[in-house]
């Protein structure tokens, strides 16, 4: 396996994920995510479990930036098995930072293998999302 | 950065991690149920097909499993844990007779708790991998195809 060429893959998803969310971009979140990827995290203070088209839905009922817009967004480290991978990024979307696990797997081991977003956990450290009790 | 980034508590990754070592072994829903969110998935793959089922489904498999119960503590080991805030992520490999198995877990601090949300497998043997995912899945009838 060459690790260099799927940190690549997998950089590439995340882009795709971030731009896909940031610019609204309907085509690359369904690229970067599997079909049945869950998210769960915390927003304000409710602990939520959802499916992609839930996400999708919010991602376009929020006020999408124009594509090529610069947004703010550091992949912090990616770490791989075999054909699962983790990412953790922070990222700042919608007013609000975030910081995600994104969990992935490949279909296939080898180089035509295809990585995709199956879990995301999340949460918000700063704007608009904050939760108002302190976490205990 | 404004937020503070800080590597998962050894305490709590190692209560994590020998919780759901206990409830693998086991297949103890009880102890599971301790352990992970109800809303909690396992995720693998079949042959390119991504497999879920709930938690419940994969007790019941791994209560089928029969797995040795002896030496829970000396068959498996955290390889790297992380949090950030009410969320976490853990890598624990798992050693059985005919090979390993690999997971990652993402977490969640809910109530004060902190609870595995997702699991999602690798192993390094295939057929390790369908008996602790896939099969898990089939017998029940509980997984969705890609």
Known sequence: MDFGAEHDDIRRVVIDYLEGMVWGDEQKLHRAFHPQALQVGHFADVYEFFPLDEFVAWVKAEETQTDGTPYRAELLSIEITGTVAIAKLTDTCFGTDFTDYLVLVKNRPDPSGKWQIVTKAYHVHSGRGLPVTAPS | ?146
């Open chain 2, 1 to 146: 950065m404004g937020y503070e980034h800080q590597s998962l508590e050894t305490g709590i990754a190692s209560q994590i991690a020998h919780a759901v070592m206990e409830a693998i072994v086991r297949g103890d829903a009880k102890i599971a149920g301790e352990v992970f969110h109800p809303d909690a998935t396992i995720t693998g793959q079949q042959d390119g097909i991504l497999v879920r089922c709930d938690v419940q489904a994969y007790m019941e498999y791994c209560r089928r499993l029969r797995l040795p119960r002896r030496g829970v503590n000396l068959r498996y080991q955290i390889e790297w844990a992380d949090v950030s805030g009410p969320i976490g992520a853990l890598k624990l490999t798992e050693i059985y007779p005919h090979g390993e198995l690999t997971s990652y877990m993402t977490l969640s601090k809910v109530n004060g708790r902190w609870l595995v949300n997702n699991r999602t497998l690798h192993a390094a043997v295939q057929t390790l991998s369908e008996n602790l995912v896939s099969g898990s899945c089939n017998d029940t009838a509980k997984l969705s195809g890609q």
